[in-house]
Each structure stands twice: as structure tokens, then as C-alpha cells.
């Protein structure tokens, strides 16, 4: 885990940033406490600090690959097991829901690639084009705030947590998520399936908390192994778990991210150079987004723009 500074890339690596839209959104509008608006009233605050911190991790990462995920509208396949999943999360202001629809409309500007299924979270997605970039040896960095995404952590996928608008980023490697929750990342869906999750509606085992569980990881490896190994463990611990079997392993499998969601990636069409630099500037030009304009115009390659186009737009 680093946290304030970047990570160099490696001679040869080939860098994929996979970013959580949805995580993105509602980051920026409660990051930005002003509502924005346009001339004509629109508010922009949201739209504003996604593209400033879209920008800010484009500048600092220097990937060679990019694309972008969001959540389908359709429930999941964990909602049509789980009636309850994420039913207690607070439903977000109009605010920010109206300002939605043209973060897309920015994104699918900047021409960059968007990746989303019915009937799959965000997540999984996310973690099926983290392995397709594996399998052809690229390292991918998976800009999110969801602990969930833990559990993809190995040699070749980081899991960044993007604070202070990308500022100061927390990179998270499997030192890193040893560090912070003393459990390995191929341990992750385990701990959620004892502890659970309030955020997700994921009850896990009453009675076993973050520290409970890491013991019990730490013992005996996975939910599977302590299952087996009950008449080892102390009776009132022993009790919880027995109490709490069913849960526990459906929990699991709620938290489980699916890495084999049917998509049709290519890492041809997420490549950097695809990026239309023109297309954000009229965005922005449009949205009245004066700072945000010049910022891309020192960030725009020379040779992404002809002679004509810098004596139009600049």
C-alpha cells in the first residue's frame, strides 16, 4: 500500500486503468459541496470533479490502455437471489442522477470505451477485463473505492482508492491489503462472507468481526478449512459459526466477484491513442468548463491534432 506518491512503471509494463464509474460520480458530487452550474442553470458539479479527477488519472498513471464501467439500471443476479442486497443503501439525491446522463455523454466524447452488462455489477466487469488484460500481459489498475475489489489483487492487477481528487491515490498491492486488514487478497471474499457487509446488505456471521475473522483466516486459510476444523475452535466462536453456516456461505457468494462476464473486449479499442481529445474539449467548451479546457490543452500530444484543428479549437 502507498499512499500520497505514484508508482513508477516498470521497463516494458503495459499499464490498463480500469475505472469505477458509478465510484467516480458520487465521489465527485459530494467532493464539491457548490452547486455548479452552467449559464442557462444546468448543474455541473458532478460532471465537473469526474472529469477533473478523469484527468488527473490519465496525467498521473501514463496508461497505455483505459477504459470505463458502469452499474446496468436491470437488477443483478445477486438481487435475484437476494431480495434485501444493497436494499439499505441510501438512495442518492436528484441532484446528482440528473447530472448522470452527461458524464456518458462525456465520456462516449472522449471516444473512450465503456463497459457494462445487464444483470452484472460494475464490479464484475471490472474484474473480467482485469483478467482478459492478465491473460495478455498487461497490468491493469482498477481506480475504485470498494474494498470488494480487494480480492483481485495479485502480480499483475493494483486496486487504486482515488483520494483528494486523485491526489493523493492509495495504491493497494498484496503487501498492501495485508497490511491494512492483515488478510491476503485470495482471503477477501472469505472475510466479507464472516464479517459481511452493511453497505451491500451482506450479513455474514453474527457475532464475528474484522478482527474475529482475520484470526480465524490467519489459522486456518479459508471459510471452507474453519468449517472443517470446528471442533478446533473454542466453543462460543465454535457456536457463532455453527449458528451462522448458511449465511456465511451465502455470503460468499454474494461477495464473490465474477470474472467471466460476457464481454466483447478487445485491448485494441481501449488503447490511450483512441482517446478524442477534440471531442472532450467541445464537451467542456460547451459546459463551460473554462479551467478544465485549458488543463486539457496542455495535455493534448501535438500529433493527436492537426494544424487546422489547433487554429480552431485553441
Avoid: W
Avoid at 503495459?14 to 458530487?29: C, E, K, M, Q, Y
Avoid at 503487501?175 to 485470495?186: L, R, S, T
Avoid at 479459508?222 to 456461505?249: C, Q, V, W
Amino acid at each position: 500500500m502507498n499512499e500520497g506518491h505514484f508508482l513508477d512503471k516498470k521497463t516494458g509494463e503495459r499499464r490498463f486503468v480500469v475505472v469505477d464509474g458509478n465510484h467516480l460520480i458520487h465521489r465527485a458530487f459530494y467532493a464539491i459541496q457548490n452547486p455548479l452550474r452552467t449559464s442557462t442553470g444546468e448543474q455541473t458539479n458532478a460532471i465537473y470533479g469526474f472529469a477533473s479527477m478523469l484527468l488527473n488519472i490519465i496525467d498521473a498513471e501514463e496508461p497505455d490502455y483505459i477504459a470505463m464501467t458502469f452499474d446496468e439500471k436491470a437488477p443483478t443476479f445477486r438481487h435475484e437471489v437476494h431480495e434485501g442486497y444493497k436494499a439499505t443503501r441510501k438512495k442518492a439525491p436528484d441532484e446528482l442522477y440528473s447530472q448522470i446522463p452527461r458524464i456518458h455523454e462525456m465520456v462516449k466524447n472522449f471516444n473512450m470505451s465503456i463497459y457494462s452488462e445487464a444483470g452484472y455489477e460494475a464490479d464484475d466487469m471490472m474484474g473480467t477485463l482485469a483478467k482478459k488484460a492478465q491473460e495478455e500481459g498487461i497490468t491493469s489498475f482498477i481506480v475504485t473505492g470498494d474494498m470488494d475489489m480487494l480480492q483481485l489483487v495479485n502480480e499483475d492487477v493494483i486496486v487504486v482508492f482515488p483520494h483528494k481528487g486523485y491526489k493523493e491515490p492509495t495504491f493497494y498491492n498484496a503487501e498492501g491489503v495485508f497490511k491494512k486488514y492483515q488478510i491476503h487478497p485470495d482471503q477477501v471474499v472469505d472475510y466479507k462472507a464472516l464479517v459481511g457487509d452493511t453497505g451491500d446488505n451482506i450479513k455474514g456471521v453474527d457475532g464475528i468481526g474484522p478482527k474475529g475473522a482475520s484470526n480465524l483466516l490467519g489459522e486456518y486459510k479459508t471459510l471452507d478449512r474453519i468449517y472443517e476444523h470446528l471442533s478446533d475452535i473454542p466453543e462460543k466462536m465454535r457456536a457463532r459459526l455453527t449458528n451462522g453456516r448458511e449465511s456465511a456461505f451465502f455470503s460468499r457468494h454474494l461477495a464473490e466477484i465474477v470474472t467471466s462476464v460476457p464481454c466483447n473486449f478487445r485491448k485494441e479499442d481501449t488503447e490511450i491513442d483512441k482517446l478524442d481529445y477534440l471531442g472532450l474539449q467541445k464537451f467542456f467548451e460547451e459546459m463551460e468548463m473554462r479551467s478544465l479546457k485549458k488543463r486539457l490543452e496542455k495535455m493534448v500530444p501535438a500529433d493527436k491534432l492537426t494544424a487546422e484543428d489547433q487554429m480552431s479549437i485553441f
